[in-house]
Nanobody, 129 residues
Framework: QVQLVESGGGSVQAGGSLRLSCAAS????????MGWFRQGPGREREGVAA???????SYADSVKGRFTISKDNAKNALYLQMNNLKPEDTAMYYC???????????????????????WGQGTQVTVSS
C-alpha cells in the first residue's frame, strides 16, 4: 500500500486562497521527505515545496511568502496552504515523497522531479485574473 491521494484543488480568482491536502499511507509518510510539485499547461513539472522528516521546509522562489507546507502526523496528512494565488499558479498539483528522510529541497530545482520516487494522482488548481 504505497498511496498518496490529493484533494482540495479548484478554481479561484487571483488573490484568493486554496488549501491542498494529501493523504499518505504510513509506508510513504514515515521517515521520509514529502512535498508538492506542479505542472502547468505546456510546462515541465516543477517543485513547489518540500518538508523533511524533521519538519524543515523548502520553497521554490516563485511561491515564497505565499505558500506554506505543513503536516499532521496524527492523520498522516500533508498540506499546502496557498494564499494570494496568481494566474501563473494554474497547474496540476501533485503530492510526492522520496525514500530518504532529508534533502527534499534538493528536488525542487529544474529537473529534480525526475528523481522523485512516489507520486499522487494530482489535483487541478485554476487561477483566473
Amino acid at each position: 500500500q504505497v498511496q498518496l491521494v490529493e484533494s482540495g484543488g479548484g478554481s479561484v480568482q487571483a488573490g484568493g486562497s486554496l488549501r491542498l491536502s494529501c493523504a499518505a499511507s504510513i509506508f510513504i509518510y514515515n521517515s521520509r521527505w514529502m512535498g508538492w510539485f506542479r505542472q502547468g499547461p505546456g510546462r515541465e513539472r516543477e517543485g513547489v515545496a518540500a518538508m523533511d522528516s524533521d519538519g524543515s521546509t523548502s520553497y521554490a522562489d516563485s511561491v515564497k511568502g505565499r505558500f506554506t507546507i505543513s503536516k499532521d502526523n496524527a492523520k498522516n496528512a500533508l498540506y499546502l496552504q496557498m494564499n494570494n494565488l496568481k494566474p501563473e499558479d494554474t497547474a496540476m498539483y501533485y503530492c510526492a515523497a522520496g525514500t530518504t528522510p532529508y534533502g527534499g529541497g534538493q528536488y525542487l530545482g529544474r529537473g529534480g522531479w525526475r528523481r522523485v520516487d512516489y507520486w499522487g494522482q494530482g489535483t487541478q488548481v485554476t487561477v483566473s485574473s
